[in-house]
């Protein structure tokens, strides 16, 4: 059934005027298959924001700053700042009095508090495994995130939260208030939709299962015009074992991780390939 499966889907697509991409030519980039496109969860970052009374302008303050977060799109390779997005920590710009400090030591400020968005937001982005380029904290310890994975940001003295979309597609951030929980999420955009098993990125750690991005087993990279991603990974996705595959296509091996050529395991197990240019991503149908 696999194997009629396959043969419809390459007659439906021949006869939509697109063609088959070898992986060796969709390497190079040369041709690519029209895909609609749809956003992914990547990954979520939550803080519960104290509810005691005394905390309540830094409820405020941090929800306020959710919604400049919300919405702001990263290119890839494009850096984000917080104190850029966000801005000053203003009365005119709808920020109130709260309490800034740390150790059970606090003080009243205006925006006291928006650590805590900030702080939402670096879970979500250690989660997605994104590069970090700048991170304050606090030099004591703050009751909402007793294990030390707080962020600590300032306008006047220039404490930022900045990291890099090291993805090879855009990143859309969306930010929310959930009854205390402060909120933020990443999610990919304008990756490929359709009815295909995986779509592994070229010299990316993550790749698209269905609606999901797995973490891979192994950077998928291309060599002499040819895609490899690690054997695990693929006998992961096609729902065999990777002794099975590793038994019936030749691996190479780097960091003691076998990989295979894509194309090659994809005919072998019945399947095949197509190339995504707009998010250099190596499809398996």
Known sequence: MRRIAVTLFWMLFLALGMRPVPVDEAATGD?????????????????????????????????LALTRLDG???MPDGVFSFNE??????????????LSGSGG????????GVCQAATALHRAV???????????RHPGSVPYAPDGDDVAVAWDVNWDYRFQNTLPFPLVLKA?????????????????????????FIENNVYLAGSRLEQVGGVPFTE???AYVAAGDFARVLGVSEPDVLSRVRAVYRNNTAFIPIRDAAVTFGSGVLWDNHSRAVIVI
């Open 176 to 200: 929310r208030v959930s009854g205390q929980n402060l909120v933020v999420e990443i999610l990919a955009d304008g990756l490929p939709r359709g009815n295909y098993r995986a779509a592994f």
């Open 31 to 63: 041709v690519t298959p029209v895909f609609t496109r749809q956003k992914v969860l990547l990954a979520r970052g939550e803080v519960f924001s104290p509810g005691e009374p005394q905390f309540a302008g830094n409820f405020a303050n941090a929800a």
């Open 105 to 112: 030591r606090y003080y009243q400020d205006v925006g006291g």
């Open 224 to 226: 002499n015009g040819r």
């Open 126 to 136: 250690a989660r997605a495994d994104l590069k970090v380029l700048e991170r304050h």
């Open 72 to 74: 702001v799109r990263i």
């Open 85 to 98: 997005v966000v801005g000053p920590r203003t009365v005119s710009r709808g920020f109130v009095v709260g």
